[in-house]
């Protein structure tokens, strides 16, 4: 009897021991790499290394050289030193979600940063999940009514597809995001600011989303000042919670502001490892990367699904940048915003002739594609001809295409202005272009 009661001591001690966890040290930190040695892991694991603050810092593998980790910081590496241990961490990759998320600003960890408790989590998911198979991805057959009369007029777009926002700076894309957030019809909106201003957080919170637009709506916030793959990290993030709103049979709306800020830190990462810079500096992993986040967007294979919205910041104006390139052709569209527009005061800027949605014959009925078509016909022969018009080479009644051009541009540009406090119904929108479509054939 002693015996056993010998043993039951041993077994108590075992189940309340800490299990063995196997140990590195950091070896060297040059710039964003910190090299770990005597450690086993895999690309994409969390690691922890001991500091001379309250909590570990995180560090996430990158890649590997002569028998060593290499791994990226995911937050500030003050304090670190050679010889720190470091283990694994065992909560991997993955980020808890919930419904309880929905109304609060949190980070690219799933922290909260708005002051308040932690939201409940119900289960965790992985922040880099595979899309989903191409022949389980249901067809996007319903429109989508964004409340915008350019959108849903004359670039329809429809439920599941994946649109990207290409503008430069000033020219009102944060305005037109906010109205997307507060206008779309979704169950849910999951909002990803990566690389934005810490101001322009609060400033998107508070004024472009508002109380109401925040309510349905989760904000996932990756500041400028954090380190590359925490940025990173904030776009997967986003998307993986709005996996999880999916699967629950939501129709999601996805905002990232933006695209070209996650290359930017999968770039600044990439470098640093010693990856070889390839198309103006940026990596091929970039390119690589691009794809995989993207297409988790989309219809599955169940009722839920994801309409995504990216913003692409455009250097200078130009749509030829290797980010906006890339990501224009992996998109089911794209909506330019035209300086010269803003320049004039004409809000949403949407420079419809430069801007498609891919989908809008598989959406839209075949009237109103009629109609966006001679809406679209009237603003290109105004183009083509404004510049004659202005220095006064152009005599009326010589081309009959610009005559009507001129006389219903006017119309046309006052259909597209829109209050950024406004939502327009879509049967409001298409009746309206039919009158303007009308008036122009009844000339």
């Given at each position: 009897?002693?015996?056993?009661?010998?043993?039951?001591?041993?077994?108590?001690?075992?189940s309340?021991?800490?299990?063995?966890?196997?140990?590195?040290?950091?070896?060297?930190v040059?710039?964003l790499?910190?090299?770990?040695g005597?450690?086993?892991?895999?690309?994409?694991?969390?690691l922890e290394?001991a500091?001379?603050?309250?909590?570990?810092?995180?560090?996430?593998v990158?890649?590997?050289?002569?028998?060593r980790l290499?791994?990226?910081?995911?937050?500030?590496?003050?304090?670190?030193?050679?010889?720190?241990t470091v283990?694994?961490?065992g909560r991997?990759s993955?980020?808890g979600?919930?419904?309880?998320?929905?109304?609060?600003?949190?980070d690219?960890?799933?922290?909260?940063?708005?002051?308040?408790?932690a939201?409940?989590?119900?289960e965790?998911?992985?922040?880099h999940?595979p899309?989903?198979?191409?022949?389980?991805?249901r067809p996007?057959?319903?429109?989508?009514?964004?409340?915008?009369?350019?959108?849903?007029?004359?670039?329809?777009?429809?439920?599941?597809?994946?649109?990207?926002?290409f503008?430069?700076a000033?020219?009102?894309?944060?305005?037109?995001?906010?109205?997307?957030?507060r206008?779309?019809?979704?169950?849910?909106?999951v909002?990803?600011l990566?690389?934005?201003?810490?101001?322009?957080?609060n400033?998107?919170?508070r004024a472009?989303?508002?109380k109401?637009?925040l309510?349905?709506?989760?904000?996932v916030?990756?500041?400028?000042?954090?380190?590359?793959?925490?940025?990173?990290?904030?776009?997967?993030?986003a998307?993986?919670v709005a996996?999880?709103?999916?699967?629950?049979?939501?129709?999601?709306l996805l905002?990232?502001d933006s695209?070209?800020?996650?290359a930017?830190?999968?770039?600044e990462?990439?470098?640093?490892?010693?990856?070889?810079p390839?198309?103006?500096?940026?990596?091929p992993?970039?390119?690589?990367a691009?794809p995989r986040?993207v297409?988790r967007?989309?219809?599955?294979?169940?009722p839920?699904?994801i309409?995504?919205?990216?913003t692409?910041l455009?250097?200078?104006?130009?749509?030829?940048?290797?980010?906006?390139?890339?990501?224009?052709?992996?998109?089911d569209g794209?909506i330019?915003l035209?300086r010269?527009?803003?320049e004039r005061?004409?809000?949403p800027?949407?420079?419809?002739?430069?801007?498609?949605?891919?989908?809008?014959?598989?959406?839209?009925?075949?009237?109103?594609?009629?109609?966006?078509?001679?809406l679209?016909?009237?603003?290109?022969?105004?183009?083509?001809?404004?510049d004659?018009?202005?220095?006064?080479?152009?005599?009326?009644?010589?081309?009959?295409r610009?005559?009507?051009?001129?006389?219903?541009?006017?119309?046309?540009?006052?259909?597209?202005r829109?209050?950024?406090?406004?939502r327009?119904a879509?049967?409001e929108?298409?009746a309206?272009?039919?009158?303007?479509?009308s008036a122009?054939?009844?000339r």
């Amino acid at each position: 009897m002693s015996e056993v009661l010998r043993l039951d001591k041993y077994a108590r001690a075992v189940s309340v021991a800490p299990p063995h966890r196997p140990t590195g040290v950091v070896l060297e930190v040059v710039g964003l790499v910190v090299e770990v040695g005597g450690l086993q892991a895999g690309v994409g694991d969390i690691l922890e290394v001991a500091t001379d603050r309250e909590h570990p810092l995180g560090l996430e593998v990158i890649g590997f050289r002569s028998g060593r980790l290499l791994a990226t910081p995911l937050g500030a590496i003050t304090g670190v030193h050679p010889g720190a241990t470091v283990v694994k961490s065992g909560r991997g990759s993955t980020v808890g979600v919930g419904m309880g998320m929905l109304g609060r600003v949190v980070d690219a960890f799933g922290t909260p940063i708005d002051g308040m408790p932690a939201p409940e989590t119900e289960e965790y998911y992985p922040v880099h999940a595979p899309p989903p198979h191409p022949f389980a991805r249901r067809p996007i057959e319903t429109p989508l009514e964004t409340g915008l009369r350019a959108l849903d007029g004359l670039l329809t777009l429809g439920r599941g597809q994946r649109i990207g926002i290409f503008a430069g700076a000033g020219v009102g894309k944060s305005t037109l995001l906010g109205m997307i957030c507060r206008s779309t019809q979704a169950d849910a909106t999951v909002i990803g600011l990566i690389g934005e201003r810490g101001r322009e957080v609060n400033d998107f919170v508070r004024a472009a989303l508002g109380k109401e637009g925040l309510k349905r709506s989760l904000v996932v916030a990756a500041t400028s000042d954090q380190p590359p793959l925490v940025r990173a990290r904030g776009a997967e993030t986003a998307t993986a919670v709005a996996e999880y709103l999916r699967d629950q049979g939501l129709n999601v709306l996805l905002v990232m502001d933006s695209l070209t800020r996650y290359a930017m830190a999968l770039r600044e990462a990439a470098l640093a490892s010693g990856e070889p810079p390839a198309t103006k500096g940026y990596p091929p992993s970039v390119f690589a990367a691009l794809p995989r986040l993207v297409e988790r967007a989309g219809t599955s294979s169940g009722p839920g699904v994801i309409t995504a919205f990216y913003t692409v910041l455009v250097e200078g104006d130009d749509l030829s940048d290797p980010v906006a390139d890339a990501t224009r052709s992996l998109l089911d569209g794209h909506i330019v915003l035209s300086r010269a527009l803003a320049e004039r005061g004409h809000y949403p800027a949407v420079d419809v002739l430069q801007s498609v949605s891919r989908l809008a014959s598989a959406v839209a009925a075949p009237e109103t594609i009629r109609d966006a078509i001679a809406l679209r016909d009237m603003l290109a022969s105004y183009r083509e001809a404004i510049d004659l018009v202005q220095v006064g080479a152009y005599v009326a009644g010589t081309d009959p295409r610009v005559d009507l051009a001129l006389r219903m541009v006017p119309h046309i540009d006052a259909f597209l202005r829109q209050d950024s406090d406004s939502r327009v119904a879509m049967t409001e929108t298409l009746a309206r272009m039919r009158e303007i479509a009308s008036a122009a054939d009844n000339r």
